[in-house]
């Protein structure tokens, strides 16, 4: 049994925090780069990706938010099943996020769903723990912004409507978000589990990098294909028009019920913020 | 690109064409979902606004904290389409201009014209180049709410797209 103790927990968590609030991923970095290259010279869409290239390397030479929305503070945890942490996990975790969004100037977001009084420190996170094999702790934040989660949805498919149900939903799903989102937008979409399980599956596939396909050729197919129908919907960087709406669809699956077929789509916006670290 | 300054002149209003990019400097007042629940919720009561709307521009957001030094931390556009419940209303009280991200209701194109206002679309996201934007950022009402309590900003060079002009025409294609 290897012991980690609680405060080795929350330093982790402020640092990824941090990190992941002062930037975007490389990766979307580099699909922002391409898309901007694809749209008309002097276009609204043009006009938009440029200043969303420019914000991010403001953003990272002046270490400032590169959104001002900072986002719920979602944590995925991979636990070892040989780890003994010492303290609370989830204490640990929340006073991590505390410390970094008050440190670092970033807006505290959450609030009471009724009252809508603001809890002032931006807790409590969102934790997801998953029991591993090893002695290992993995910890990815992802702080996600309402912008688009708000454009999110779930829809219990039948059987019957398979791959093809699948695609509508994603695709409908992004037409119906619009402009809203901040296009061009990722999907992480599950596919399969349960009603729960489902939307926590298009939350980690946010977790991959857009680019990247799923090792299943059919599920990558999908992707694909996805991927090619929102961008001929036109909706475009921002809602101005143009080539680019989507810069990724991820997905991934789990078994489900003979009697269902459930699909998350999880909007991200083009502000794709995401870091891990092992412990 | 188009400069303007804020508060905005009518005849400059007319004359801008939804789809062109502008450049803002001057004062808008921050304002989003808690605040203009708040305003409502005044004017239903019949009471004063703590601040007048005639001539003004709203800026859908809720900045990062300022860090030292700074006039505010980062601050892009919030979607807009969650005020449109409250814009006409407004509207109707002499607001003159909106800046936000995002399309709005049938409704809220509507009043834009009747009232011969204005929605700027700003960049979503790009919070970093916005927040440096601001000069100076002065709390004016209802500091309990935090990064939604209004603020009146003084800007430099705020890039925009006209997104609905005055006449109600609009950048964003018709509702899907």
Do not use: W
Not at chain 1, 2 to 16: D, F, K, M, P
Not at chain 1, 20 to 43: F, H, N, Q, V
Not at chain 2, 20 to 26: A, D, F, K, N, P
């Amino acid at each position: 049994m290897r012991t980690v103790r609680a405060e080795e927990i929350e330093q982790t968590i402020c640092g990824l925090a941090k990190e992941a609030c002062l930037g975007i991923i490389p990766a979307c970095e580099r699909a922002l780069t391409e898309a901007a290259a694809r749209e008309k010279e002097g276009s609204a869409a043009r006009f938009a990706l440029e200043t969303v290239l420019q914000n991010a390397q403001t953003a990272r030479e002046e270490r400032m938010p590169v959104c001002q929305d900072t986002g719920y503070a979602v944590i995925l945890a991979e636990i070892g099943q040989n780890v003994h942490i010492e303290g609370s996990f989830a204490d640990a975790v929340n006073r991590g996020v505390r410390r970094a969004y008050e440190e670092n100037c970033f807006r505290k977001s959450v609030c009471d769903p009724l009252t809508r009084v603001n809890t002032t420190d931006n807790t409590p996170a969102a934790i997801h723990t998953e029991l591993t094999e090893g002695d290992r702790v993995r910890l990815t934040f992802l702080p996600k912004g309402f912008g688009s989660e708000n454009m999110s949805r779930l829809y219990m498919l039948t059987p019957s409507q398979g791959t093809e149900g699948i695609l509508r939903s994603i695709v409908e799903t992004v037409r119906l978000a619009g402009s809203r989102p901040c296009p061009p937008v990722v999907c992480g979409v599950g596919i399969g589990g349960t009603f729960d399980t489902c939307a926590l599956l298009a939350k980690k596939a946010l977790t991959r990098e857009p680019g990247l396909h799923h090792p299943r050729q059919d599920i990558a197919a999908i992707e694909r294909e996805a991927l090619a129908r929102i961008n001929a919907l036109g909706i475009g960087p921002q809602g101005f028009g143009g080539k680019t709406t989507a810069l990724g669809v991820l997905c991934e699956v789990a078994p489900t019920h003979i009697a269902g077929l459930p699909v998350a789509v999880n909007i991200q916006c083009h502000c794709m913020r995401c870091t891990s670290a092992e412990i | 690109m188009k400069k303007l300054t804020l508060p905005l002149k009518q005849e400059e209003i007319e004359n801008l064409r939804a789809g062109e990019s502008v450049s803002l400097s001057g004062t808008l007042l921050t304002g989003r979902d808690c605040a203009h629940k708040r305003i409502c919720e005044m004017l239903d009561r019949g009471e004063p606004l703590p601040f007048p709307l005639r001539g003004e521009t709203i800026y859908y957001a809720g900045p990062c904290p300022a860090p030292a030094g700074k006039a505010c931390g980062s601050c892009g556009p919030t979607t807009s389409a969650r005020m449109d419940a409250y814009a006409p209303r407004l509207l109707e009280l002499g607001l003159k201009g909106m800046v936000g991200k995002g399309e709005r209701s049938e409704e809220v194109r509507a009043a834009i014209a009747n009232t011969r206002a204005v929605y700027f679309a700003a960049i979503g996201g790009a919070g970093a180049l916005y927040g440096n934007a601001v000069c100076k950022s002065e709390l004016i009402a209802f500091p309990d709410l935090l990064s939604e309590a209004v603020y009146r900003f003084t800007v430099k060079d705020f890039p925009c797209i006209v997104a609905i002009d005055c006449r109600g025409e609009t950048i964003y294609k018709p509702s899907l």
